[in-house]
């Protein structure tokens, strides 16, 4: 049951987080969802941190790890947001702007993954 709350209490400060970014006024012409972008490499990146860090450093809390993965990066990132987004820029005749998008998150996601990694090592 602590494992509940523990997620519970991290899915709520990631989506405040990510509620907070989406404030940011932050408009493109081309209709690009630049903040979802931002907001799913920047999850990748600390996901793949913290993963990262607990593989090396054994004694960090498993519960806190599973807060901070399952609950903060799984409340702030934003993948039915973004799959949502690619699918409105298709339907508005803008596949130029949504074949981007895809490849960028997809690129830069993993690029974060990458980087948080070497990071650690």
Do not use: H, W
């Amino acid at each position: 049951m602590l494992e509940c709350i523990l997620v519970g209490i991290g899915g709520f400060i990631g989506t405040v987080l990510r509620y907070l970014i989406g404030l940011v006024p932050i408009k493109t012409d081309s209709g690009f969802p630049i903040k979802t972008l931002i907001i799913n490499v920047v999850g990748a990146f600390v996901i793949s941190m913290i993963t990262a860090l607990a593989a090396k450093n054994k004694s960090m809390n498993p519960q806190i790890v599973l807060m901070l993965k399952v609950g903060v990066c799984g409340g702030f990132t934003t993948f039915s947001t973004f799959a949502y987004e690619t699918s409105d820029l298709i339907q508005k005749g803008n596949m130029g702007v949504a074949v981007c998008y895809v490849l960028a998150s997809v690129v830069l996601g993993v690029l974060a993954v990458f980087g948080a990694q070497m990071m650690i090592r």
